[in-house]
């Protein structure tokens, strides 16, 4: 049952992280300049005009279209990576918590039954040599 809350406590320190990260995401997107392809290109362009010789990744690319295809544009990338992490640690942090109460409980269950089985059969067993007892003592008193 301990180690059930510890999991449990552990899933609610995700779930806060979690929420940290949606909280990164959303701040990224308050950066424009990580997110934006239009000022992604015109950054490289101006870059380019200060700097002849300036790339990105070969020096006959087209600067317009070498953001999205390097992966300059960091706030999509965050963006994607961050929300399936949450998501995905968030529901399985608790499932994993519930399963485990699940088993706790099952295995309780278990054990009351087999707690009343042995009951019932003691029960049962000192009945029948109670029965037993009787009819011999008649059977003795008769002879």
Excluded: W
Aim: glycine share 2%; with cysteine; aromatic share 6%.
């Amino acid at each position: 049952q301990v180690i059930v809350l510890l999991m449990f406590i552990v899933s609610i320190v995700l779930c806060i992280l979690a929420g940290v990260k949606a909280f990164i995401t959303a701040g990224c997107a308050q950066v424009y300049l990580l997110s934006d392809i239009g000022t992604c290109r015109d950054t490289l362009l101006s870059v380019q005009a200060f700097l002849s010789t300036f790339f990105v990744l070969d020096p006959s690319e087209n600067l317009a279209e070498v953001c999205p295809n390097a992966s300059l544009l960091a706030c999509d990338i965050i963006s994607s990576n961050i929300s399936s992490s949450t998501v995905l640690t968030t529901i399985f942090s608790f499932l994993g918590s519930v399963v485990s109460l699940q088993m706790i409980i099952e295995s309780a269950l278990l054990h009351e039954q087999a707690r009343y089985r042995r009951l019932f059969n003691s029960k049962t067993l000192e009945t029948a040599e109670a029965t037993e007892e009787k009819e011999s003592a008649a059977a003795a008193s008769s002879t």
